[in-house]
């Protein structure tokens, strides 16, 4: 069977000197003794989306959590940007990074959950902001005060205006000082949306993000992540909205049982499957 | 004469309500014998004859002469500042502890479990006493080459063995065990989502701790924690067997020289009852800071209501205003 990568020219990098934003080579994972990840492969253009679809229990989560490491990978390479997750390279030895480089790496990574997420004790505004303030404010110097103190304080202003306008470009700016119980569903995705963003991801992972939703207030997410992709930003999707996949996405990915049994343009894959489970897993969702 | 379905519809329901005989009994019954206790508090002793006496039978003379006198209050003063700095003590240690007990380290988390097993496991009055006479195994304290030279030292006879300082480690260190677990149980509870959440936005580990998890984990910490103030103003009491002139203490020193028991009792319980009632008003607000983001009806409760109602002047509906969205949405 050839490799999904092979399969799909169209997002496979052809200009070696840049390489894609995610590049996944033989990524194994287990829990215990469940195989999750049976040796994924997949790269990830830069500006893309990227749709990945599947039954559930078929390791798409795992492999989007692989991605920014809360789950670390058993084996096979996996880089974000030309770097690998989790290990550096050293004369020819793998080492694991420390918390602090993981960190580092995690900050350029956005991700929105399946459940929000967001933090209670904090109202929308404080949501979006707490994370830039905190990992990515320049440090204060005692070799030069004062430049340093009026550095961070800029640095804190410009991050709430910031903050600011990512609620008003996801709709919320009426809600910037409403507690996360105070808002429905879809505008905590939203919210949460807005943190991910606050941090000027260079990629943006979404863990099924509809999924806990009315279904009434699935479209308004919906659009925002619509309006991210226009912008160009790269993302990866793990969702059961086929009708997203097929208008917003670069790429569809069927994964079952820890594999990629199919990927391609969303519009040929899903016109005409040529995997069996694929077909199967195709006539459940879209009746 | 109407017609049904006007009825139906309209009608506000007329029915006789049920008859509870059994609860007017044992209301009936009660109030007899809280009058026949409230007669003997606030009645005199009569003389065998039967005419009135003068001696009260709790003593309340006593009480009133006893309960503002100088060595009681600054007894009061005492045991509150013993209570505060050794639950200071615990609180900070117990946080450490807990932290350690958390940690992936299995040298520190055995570290902690070993000294909750140890400092729960035994009673305080003991480990009180044993700091007090710790002088006897320890004559020295020194700072110095682990096993080589001592730099510094002093004698402990001055630090340990005064009562004030055994009876704080005897409390706080014993507390410690107590509070250790009690942050442990309040950061288990805040939602995993809420860690990953925090790492995915490239928090490290301890600012993940300190703006995320004790946040959310103080609503499940402060009640426990409330009822060990509490808990530690009463236990405090031990201190007095050390020494240290506290309101147990006044009490021993009282009735040793009176023999007279019933009234610096009242005194001390009195003193005692207008610590704990302050402590909780200071509670209520402590949790009413940490309930912050958190709606629900679950939180109007009867404490609440009557702390609001005296504390906060109604403002717009009491604490908490109902939304066009039916959400609760707490007071600015």
Same mark, same amino acid.
């Given at each position: 069977m050839s490799t999904p990568v092979a399969q799909s020219p169209?997002?496979?990098?052809?200009?070696?000197?840049r390489p894609p934003m995610v590049l996944a080579q033989d990524v194994r994972k287990r829990f215990g003794r469940l195989q999750v990840l049976r040796g994924i492969n997949l790269a990830v253009e830069a500006g893309t989306v990227t749709c990945i679809v599947g039954?559930?229990?078929?390791?798409k989560s795992t492999f989007l959590r692989c991605i920014n490491h809360l789950e670390r990978v058993d084996a096979g390479r996996l880089s974000v940007d030309g770097t690998l997750v989790g290990y550096r390279m050293r004369r020819g030895k793998l080492y694991e990074l420390t918390d602090r480089q993981i960190c580092k790496m995690r900050a350029d990574i956005g991700m929105v959950f399946q459940r929000f997420n967001?933090?209670?004790?904090?109202?929308a505004l404080e949501n979006v902001t707490v994370a830039p303030l905190r990992v990515r404010r320049p440090p204060f110097s005692f070799r030069h005060p004062i430049r340093s103190h009026h550095a961070r304080r800029a640095f804190k202003e410009e991050v709430r205006r910031e903050a600011a306008d990512l609620l008003e470009r996801v709709g919320l700016a009426d809600k910037s000082?409403?507690?996360?119980?105070?808002?429905s569903g879809g505008q905590q995705q939203r919210v949460a949306i807005a943190r991910a963003l606050a941090m000027k991801p260079k990629l943006m992972l979404f863990d099924?993000?509809?999924?806990?939703?009315d279904p009434e207030l699935v479209g308004e997410v919906l659009d925002v992540m619509r309006g991210l992709a226009a912008d160009g930003m790269t993302m990866i999707v793990v969702t059961h909205e086929m009708g997203f996949a097929r208008e917003v996405g670069d790429a569809l990915v069927f994964m079952d049982d820890g594999e990629i049994l199919e990927s391609g343009a969303p519009r040929d894959v899903l016109a005409a499957p040529s995997n069996p489970r694929f077909q199967a897993f195709l006539s459940k969702v879209l009746t | 004469m109407q017609s049904d379905q006007s009825t139906e519809v309209h009608e506000p329901i007329k029915a006789v309500p049920v008859r509870h005989p059994g609860r007017w009994v044992a209301g009936l019954v009660l109030l007899v014998l809280l009058a026949m206790v409230t007669n003997t508090i606030v009645s005199k002793i009569p003389k065998q004859n039967g005419q009135p006496g003068t001696q009260w039978r709790y003593g309340w003379d006593l009480v009133r002469q006893l309960i503002f006198s100088a060595p009681y209050a600054n007894a009061a003063l005492l045991t509150m500042w013993l209570t505060l700095t050794a639950m200071l003590v615990g609180i900070g240690l117990g946080l450490v502890i807990a932290l350690f007990r958390l940690s992936p380290n299995p040298l520190l988390s055995g570290t902690a479990w070993t000294y909750t097993w140890f400092f729960r496991g035994t009673p305080v009055i003991v480990q009180i006493f044993f700091w007090y006479n710790i002088a006897s195994i320890y004559p020295t304290l020194g700072v110095g080459v682990p096993f080589g030279t001592v730099y510094w030292h002093l004698n402990? =006879?001055?630090?340990?063995?005064?009562f004030v300082a055994a009876a704080i480690l005897g409390l706080g260190l014993n507390e410690a065990a107590y509070m250790s677990e009690i942050f442990r149980a309040g950061m288990l509870s805040v939602d995993r989502g809420q860690i990953e959440a925090a790492q995915s936005l490239g928090m490290p580990h301890t600012l993940t701790q300190r703006l995320v998890v004790l946040p959310q984990a103080m609503r499940v910490i402060i009640p426990p924690t409330g009822n060990e103030v509490i808990s530690m103003l009463k236990t405090s009491a031990l201190a007095g067997l050390v020494g240290l002139p506290e309101l147990f203490y006044q009490y021993q020193g009282t009735a040793a020289n009176t023999?007279?028991? =019933?009234p610096p009792l009242i005194a001390i319980s009195l003193w005692y009852l207008l610590i704990t009632t302050v402590l909780s008003i200071g509670q209520y607000f402590v949790e009413r800071h940490y309930r912050r983001g958190v709606a629900g009806v679950?939180?109007?409760?009867f404490g609440g209501y009557v702390l609001s109602s005296v504390f906060k002047?109604?403002?717009?509906?009491?604490?908490w205003d109902v939304t066009s969205d039916s959400v609760l949405v707490p007071h600015r």
């Open positions: 169209s997002f496979v990098s052809e200009d070696a000197s039954p559930s229990g078929s390791g967001l933090f209670p004790h904090l109202t000082s409403s507690y996360p119980s105070q808002l099924e993000p509809t999924s806990a939703l | 402990p =006879i001055t630090l340990i063995s005064g023999f007279q028991n =019933i679950s939180q109007r409760r002047p109604r403002r717009r509906g009491g604490m």
